[in-house]
């Protein structure tokens, strides 16, 4: 069966009105041009002007005239307009036997449109490429594999893009505590803590490894609280070039320095009223940490190179992903700062020690990915977890938490070509950086061609596990020395003034 696809253009829908100059209009040209049993026309337009126009050709044709509407968000949606065309494709009969002669026409509707119809030509339903014009009429457009290929990157960027800010884990900005996903007890007490604290405009340290999801509590607080109508400004410490940081952070006067040819507005400055997320403190150098614990006391900036000082009004919240306790004993943070940041302290447990709360997020992240997958990437199949792939994931240990969790479906939905993710494919994409943990190697691997010294080893391990005690039980030393099969919370002292904790 010979048939002819085509989206309906608007030269086409003028050629019924009988418009100055638009005589038959492209799908009619091709219809004049050769005998065509099936024509397959799909519109984006108003139904009643696709209608229209459909009555109009089927007086014109002697073929059978069918008509898709299509509701794409715009025209040049290109996921949307290629899962259009695969799925009306699909659907005609004979069309895996072989039994359907195609012909695709490129001149009608937008770029994409006529990009998508190349691509789906050489890589999934072979079929021949007609263009027409007024001046040379309809021919056959010859366009290599290699050439249409070409079109795939440019296809492919914007869900690239998409992925690459997915992967960054970036937070709504509208986040709030609801967003958190969790069914834990570990996270439940955690998140009624915050929800407290975000009423009050005290300071928070926020604490937790790499993944945890630090940025997405922060911006919870702040939206729960009385400044959620004020700018929220986040800050990563460690992103900042030093020479870079007073004049980020505080501002500058024009002349200040090299370059500075303008007045500028620091992070505090453009908070004012709202908060500012410092993450990654413990990154700040020293001097840079006096600066701060200035501004905090004083509750006032000074630009660089200006005399004058400007009142402001912030809420600071921040975060680390190391122990700044341990850091303040180390003279790598002021002590008097630490004390400033923590009036409170939300400590946001590893993905490893939140029971239950793994299968749950899996679950609602595959989600995220299949709905950006279907909205962005030509072909995607929404997928699924199989049994055996969801028990690896919930035995992992997942030591980059969530955004690692995230980032491994993401590239199983990648790698996979099905609708279900197997054991094997979650496998291969998780990432096993075991022999780049210094913790593990410091504790089990060690290379002995090498002099160790074991009683720092015990005394890493010791000073691991009686924090993490202490924090689970919020400072109760019974109840952490029972966590840590320790007799008394005398026996749990005697080892915090042995390891200096």
């Known amino acids: 069966m010979k048939t002819l696809i085509s989206w309906i253009g608007n030269t086409d829908l003028k050629a019924v009105d009988g418009i100055e100059n638009v005589v038959d209009g492209p799908i009619m040209q091709a219809v004049n ?48 307009i290629y899962q259009t065309v695969v799925a009306i494709i699909r659907g005609m009969p004979n069309i895996v036997a072989g039994k359907v002669e195609l012909t695709f026409h490129l001149s009608p509707g937008t770029p ?15 079929a021949r490429l007609i263009e027409s014009s007024r001046e040379l009429g309809v021919r056959v457009a010859s366009v290599p594999f290699d050439i249409s290929a070409d079109f795939v990157p440019d296809l492919m960027r914007r869900p690239d893009r998409m992925l690459e800010e997915m ?62 109508d004020k700018p929220f400004v986040a800050i990563n410490c ?24 303008a007045d500028h507005k620091g992070h505090f400055e ?7 997320f410092l993450d990654e403190i413990g990154e700040l150098p020293l001097i840079a940490q006096v600066k701060l614990l200035r501004v905090l006391q004083e509750k006032e900036v000074q630009r660089l190179g200006d005399s004058k000082t400007i009142k402001i009004d912030v809420r600071i919240i921040s975060a680390t992903n190391r122990n700044l306790a341990d850091e303040v004993r180390d003279r790598k943070f002021r002590e008097d700062l630490f004390y400033r940041l923590a009036v409170a302290i939300v400590r946001l447990p590893a993905l490893r020690d939140r029971s239950g709360d793994v299968s749950l997020l899996t679950d609602y992240l595959i989600n995220i990915i299949n709905d ?4 962005e990437q030509p072909g995607y199949k929404r997928k699924k977890i199989s049994a055996n792939a969801r028990n690896v994931i919930i035995k992992h240990s997942w030591p980059g938490n969530i955004r690692e969790l995230f980032n491994t479906l993401q ?91």
């Open 238 to 261: 460690g992103a900042i070039p030093e020479n870079l940081l007073e004049s980020e952070l505080f501002g500058h006067k024009k002349g200040a320095f090299t370059g500075a040819n």
């Open 33 to 80: 041009w050769e005998s065509f049993d099936q024509i397959v026309l799909l519109s984006n337009h108003e139904k009643n002007k696709a209608n229209r126009y459909v009555d109009w050709l089927k007086n014109r044709c002697s073929g059978e005239v069918i008509l898709h509407l299509a509701n794409l968000s715009g025209p040049t949606e290109f996921g949307e």
């Open 411 to 501: 590239r199983a939905a990648v790698w996979n070509d099905g609708d279900v993710i197997d054991e094997d494919t979650i496998s291969k994409s998780i990432f096993h950086l075991s022999s780049l943990n210094k913790n593990n190697e410091g504790v089990l691997n060690r290379d002995l061609t090498q002099p160790i010294d074991i009683q720092d080893i015990i005394g890493d391990v010791a000073k691991h596990y009686i924090n993490r005690a202490l924090s689970e039980t919020h400072g109760n030393k019974t109840k952490a020395a029972l966590l840590l099969g320790l007799s008394s919370h005398q026996t749990l002292n005697g080892w915090i003034e042995r390891y200096g904790i």
């Open 112 to 126: 994409a449109m006529s990009a998508v119809w190349i691509i789906v030509s050489k890589t999934r339903y072979p």
């Open 167 to 228: 992967a960054e884990a970036r937070p709504n900005s509208e986040a709030e505590f609801e967003d958190i996903l969790y069914r834990s007890p570990e996270m439940q007490s955690v998140v009624e803590q915050a929800k407290r604290t975000a009423l009050r405009s005290i300071p928070v340290l926020i604490e937790g490894e790499s993944g945890t999801g630090k940025e997405l509590m922060a911006r919870a607080i702040h939206n729960s609280s009385p400044r959620r």
């Open 270 to 276: 453009e908070a004012e009223g709202g908060t500012v």
């Open 372 to 375: 950006e997958g279907i909205k």
